[in-house]
């Protein structure tokens, strides 16, 4: 009972129109930009390079290998990023499918990097959840669920690694709706499972699929398929199909109808069946995915709902990240298109700053090689070589100026204070760290006095402080010393005029101050949090910062 098409999503229109307003919503309906949520190790690597398979943007699986060596030693993470190709932190994919731009936001599985997955998130139209088949939902997933949820993202699963024994479909719909509290709607439903899995019933199309092995999932493997009642042509035998058909009948039974509406809300989730290392199921997914994601919707502005097709050029900066290109030590700010069309050697306004900035070169990114592009549309992302004046959340606007809304602080879960010894080095290290700062990589924390001279600074992960160390010796030739901090949590007081003298804090915790000025609780572990909370139930604490 999916079917998307009666659901009111828009049908591609032809792109090649003359009629410019035509072809700019035509290329609007025919995008689709999502993030990969996963747990590490659930696949989102495996089913990334099969999705670029299957989209012909690769020949051969195997060829975004090598990005994967995820667990090294975190020091040379940055090498790393080099030598696997693509980016460990958000950058983007972008290729057709079956007529369909997709534009897939990279979202680092590394916990250490969450807040670069957080933000990104602001960027993206649908989530694309991937589930381990046997591990069911595990905690990353959960983190990542709720901050989509929170910012009502519509989430399509595709539970993975069906070819591993132990993987039960209906334990892992349950698990979905038990720990993240959606509906989740199998779209299709596996024929097999462990090794013996080797089919989906595509409930849409009420037909059966059986799929042949290809060695090493390298190519795309070879498909039959036969209406359910077909028993001529079915490739499977019949005591399979009638097993497949007590299970699907089953499911008719038990679930809840698919609703377009509550998808899109977040209250739904239609969850796709397969292997990401056999390639079962990649295709079918794919299929459904563009179909069902939606295209670039309006967005929330300090000017109210900008819808995409608005004539103006508008986009958002999502990331902010350095040394893609080693030899230029340059910057990239990375940017979503929310409305208009982007052109190369465009002039725009920094709405924050008021200031006009051209953008003569813009770069599309896949793997390690650039392509410079002349036009962009909503859903698009472009890199804009940075010349330090970009921040993260940052809108730029052809036209009038006008801000976009979004989350980009995180509450810091971990401190340290940053030391350079070479005090000939003392101007280029204030420079370079109030450059980090303003880009958002961390946050500058202090108790009141001037911080600068050896700041303290707070992030969600610790491979933050690392990427801060290393930018500061390659792109300010400043070498750094760190002393990590005692606290593990960090959160904003929301209670109003909140008086620090009136309250006794755990030992081990501290009141600091946030570069706006907003105070920040630091707590050793959730436990002391937990005991203050307990003492102070009148204090209420945010991970984000409250608004002003
Ligand atoms: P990521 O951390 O989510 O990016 O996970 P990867 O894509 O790197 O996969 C983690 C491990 O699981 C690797 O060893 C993969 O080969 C393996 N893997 C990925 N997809 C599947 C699958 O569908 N079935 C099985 N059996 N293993 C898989």
Redesign the pocket.
Known sequence: NVSPEQDGLPSIETATSSDPVKQRRAEIARRRSFGII???????????EKILLYSGRIEEAGAVRGR?T?RAARSDWMKMEQERGISVTATCLCFDYDGYRLNLLDTP?HQDFSEDTYRTLNAVDTAVM?VDAVNGIESQTIKLFKICAERKIPIITFV?????PGGDPLRVLTDIENVLGIDAIPVNWPIGTGRDFNGLVDRLANEVIKFSPVLRGAHEVPVERAAMDDAANCPFPPEIMDHVRDEVSLLEGAGVPFQNELFLKGNQTPVFF?????NFGVEQFLQGFVRLAPPPSPRMSDQGLIDPTNPNFTGLVFKIQANLDPRHHDRVAFVRVCSGRFERDMEVTISRTGERLRIPRSHQLFAAERETVDEAYPGDVIGIVNPGKLRLGDTICGGKPLQYRGRWEYAPERFVRLRCADTSKRKQFTRGVTQLIEEGAVQLLSDGGTTLHEPTLGAVGELQFDVVQFRLASEYNAQTTVDRLPFQMGRWIETPNFDVDKYTLPSGSRVMYDQTGAPLLLFADDWSMDYFLRRHPDVKLSEHRPEV
């Open positions: 996963a747990h590490p190790d659930a696949g989102k690597t495996t089913l990334t994967k995820q599985g991937v993975n690694k069906m070819d591993r397969g292997s990401a290392l056999t």
